[in-house]
């Protein structure tokens, strides 16, 4: 039984900053892999880094690599999205979810079993 809940959204402005966090209630050490996701107002889920909690490699969608860091803590049972750079197209409500298996289908947010409720960043031009 784990529990996610996102923070750390909010607006910015083009080339901005932000850092959004994401805390895990429950048994952290049953989560193998992590993703943030996000969804934009009439468009679809989209996976926008993924992270192997054992291995720390990541995936990125190409729309975000360079700018975008995926990180985890084991001390603080959290993950992490450093976002640089940001832009207009950016703007969306940011995901985090979890699942125990390793091998999935790593930026498809409906491989994963658990999802917080979201944060919202609004990137302005």
């Known amino acids: 039984q784990v529990q996610l809940t996102e923070s750390g959204g909010g607006s910015v402005q083009a080339v901005g900053s932000l850092r959004l966090s994401c805390v895990v209630s429950?048994?952290?050490?049953?989560?193998?892999?992590m993703l943030w996701f996000r969804q934009a107002p009439g468009k679809a889920r989209e996976g926008v880094a993924s992270?192997?909690?054992?291995?720390?490699?990541?995936d990125y969608d190409v729309s975000v690599k360079g700018r975008f860091t995926i990180s985890q803590d084991n001390a603080s049972h959290m993950l992490f999205l450093q976002m640089n750079s940001l832009q207009p197209e950016d703007t969306a409500k940011y995901y985090c979810?979890?699942?125990?298996?390793?091998?999935?289908?790593?930026?498809?947010?409906?491989?994963?079993?658990?999802w917080g409720q979201g944060t919202q960043v609004t990137v302005s031009s």
């Open positions: 429950g048994d952290f050490s049953t989560i193998r892999r």
């Open positions: 992270i192997s909690m054992a291995s720390e490699h990541t």
């Open positions: 979810a979890a699942d125990d298996r390793q091998w999935l289908l790593t930026l498809f947010p409906t491989e994963y079993r658990t």
